[in-house]
């Protein structure tokens, strides 16, 4: 996962005023927990001493960040972007689950078929409330194509077998005005 410099405050487009975010510095450090990223600059560690301890705005975890150990960002190939609210929410659960942070879960299915505007709050409500039974879903991952657009599939990924299992039964069912296909993915 990936975080902005600084996070955006609300749900908005990371850019949408450019002009009074922070410059983006060129090195970054990595939580050993969650894995997320932070841009971070030299200075940011305080004009004295080799660093100082930082703290994960996504798990909590704190360590000691010494200047000596900030990456580059590569600029030329990657872009730091904010880590999306569905996967914040995925990490917070997974940890009170004494989970991985990166744990996306054990039953994975595709769904095709799907409306170009679903999002992946859509889908994750509509195989909540659609398994009898009730059954959380860890993680929704919408394919997307070269301009972000949606390819109109999806991977939904239980945390439980017997959840993804029933879930199956949605096959055919509709979410956001089209007929969605729900089987096991071929790989």
Known sequence: GALSYPPPADDSSPDADASSALPLPSTYITCGKCKSLFAISSADLGAHGKGR??????????????????????????????????????????LEREESADYVGVFKLYVGNLDWNVKEEDLKEFFESGVEGGGEVCDVSIVRGEGGRSRGFAFVTFYEEEVGRKALELNGKECNGREISVREPNN
Not at 58 to 78: A, E, G, K, M
């Open 53 to 94: 301890r930082v703290k994960c705005s996504v798990c909590d975890n704190s360590w000691y960040q010494s200047r000596d150990r900030l990456l580059d960002i590569p600029t030329q190939t990657h872009e730091l972007l904010p880590l999306p609210k569905s996967d914040l929410e995925r990490i917070a659960k997974n």
